[in-house]
């Protein structure tokens, strides 16, 4: 049952002289977090159109109001709180025919079924939008840190929604992080970590299933040549060098200063 707010039934029916209903097949849009959107509508028109007697009404899913409009102006006193201020009619171009609806700011909560229903002279035509919520992700960098035996790769992606699935193939041990940005959208960031005796090809894979979009990065590695990095128990008598080098400065210090005084002492005594 729709829940869209019109005139009474008895001032409808004075309006309507042909009642001839039309349904469309069911399209479908698609929006990203943050963005706007205009979901399409049209309609008949009839030869000597009178706004006054035009009834649009947009609702979403069997009952909740998003936009109505009759008696020749906006009628939003019904309209739910989620949309208050965030749909627009172009009225100026409901004498062409045209009952398009602006939807600005999208947000994740709007996802899902929209009707359209136009009613005038000529009978009433009903339109049906579904409308999903999603963005496609920018292309993908990865990246490669050396280290001293092995590599860091990284794969980056952005600015996409939902959450996508990040697969590398020929590797295990994979960190995902996945972080809303202020628009509402993913920063994704992926990394392994390679310790290679031989030549390794590594495959990052990033699919979002909603919106039928994929990347495959490829790439080759080698295994890093010798590390000219001293072993741990090395570095550490080469730390012990010096500082065994000044206690020896420092006692030989005191020494010679223990030693003048007591040159003194037996100088005093002798005296």
């Not at 998003?66 to 004498?95: A, M, N, P, W």
């Not at 500082?243 to 030693?259: A, C, E, H």
Request: glycine fraction near 6%; proline fraction near 4%; charge should be negative.
């Amino acid at each position: 049952m729709n829940c869209c707010i019109r005139p009474s039934l008895q001032t409808e029916a004075n309006v309507v002289q042909n009642v001839v209903t039309t349904t469309s097949l069911q399209t479908r849009e698609v929006a990203a977090p943050g963005s706007d959107i205009t979901l399409s509508c049209s309609f008949p028109l009839s030869k000597n159109l009178n706004l006054i007697n035009l009834i649009v009404n947009w609702q979403r899913g069997e009952s909740e109001v998003v936009h109505s409009y009759y008696y020749g102006r906006d009628q939003l006193e019904k309209q739910s709180v989620v949309y208050k201020g965030r749909t627009h009619l172009f009225e100026d171009q409901l004498t062409v025919g045209n009952a398009s609806l602006r939807l600005s700011g999208v947000q994740l909560s709007d996802q899902g079924q929209y009707t359209c229903h136009v009613t005038d002279e000529l009978g009433s035509t009903q339109e049906n939008i579904q409308l999903l919520v999603a963005g496609p992700y920018d292309e993908p960098m990865i990246s490669v840190q050396a280290t001293c035996d092995g590599f860091i790769v990284t794969l980056h992606a952005s600015h996409g929604f939902p959450q996508p699935e990040v697969l590398w193939g020929g590797v295990m041990g994979s960190n995902t992080t996945m972080e809303l940005d202020s628009r509402g959208r993913y920063d994704v960031k992926s990394e392994v970590t390679l310790r290679l005796n031989s030549t390794l090809t590594v495959t990052a894979e990033l699919r979002l299933r909603v919106l039928d979009q994929s990347f495959t990065k490829s790439l080759t590695l080698h295994p890093p040549p010798v590390c000219c990095v001293m072993p741990a128990e090395q570095r550490s008598r080469l730390l012990m060098y010096p500082l065994l080098l000044m206690l020896l400065g420092l006692v030989l210090l005191l020494s010679r200063k223990w030693s003048d005084q007591e040159t003194k002492k037996d100088k005093k005594t002798e005296e």
